[in-house]
């Protein structure tokens, strides 16, 4: 339910207020969830995430991981805006739109299918701007 997910919130927004600059370290935060969420008692602790992918990245890692995450978004995004290749600028639009819904439901922050997407997404736009035979954009 909802309310669930605003206490989950609220719990995990004083939590990264606790450890803001390093966070609790990769895959833990769960420990501290499991102990401050009644609908995560007595789950095991890598099952419990932040269910945000933004709030994920500062509670385990902080800051730092915070804006690491911020920056590939932007670079996603403004491939997407500026690449003269149409492919690449779908190609980044459907990685952007899964990266800004897993930030609001869920948490794929540890996840290498995330990473491994939006890497070659990015990859896929540095390509075409490496291969000037392509005057079409495709």
Same mark, same amino acid.
């Given at each position: 339910s909802n309310a669930v997910r605003v206490g989950l919130y609220q719990t995990e927004m004083e939590l990264a207020q606790q450890r803001p600059i390093l966070g609790y370290g990769p895959g833990n935060i769960g420990i501290e969830l499991v /102990?401050?969420? !009644? =609908?995560?008692a007595g789950a095991p602790p890598q099952s419990a995430p932040a269910n945000n992918l933004l709030l994920q990245a500062v509670l385990d890692a902080g800051l730092v991981a915070l804006f690491l995450t911020t920056g590939v978004l932007l670079i996603v995004g403004r491939s997407m805006l500026t690449s003269p290749s149409r492919d690449t600028r779908i190609l980044m639009a459907g990685v952007l739109t899964i990266c800004l819904v897993n930030a609001q439901t869920a948490s794929l922050f540890w996840d290498l299918r995330l990473w491994t997407a939006i890497a070659l997404a990015v990859a896929a =736009?540095?390509?075409? /701007?490496? #291969? !000037?035979? #392509? !005057?079409?954009g495709r």
């Open positions: /102990q401050r969420i !009644p =609908a995560y =736009a540095r390509v075409h /701007q490496l #291969d !000037p035979a #392509d !005057p079409e």
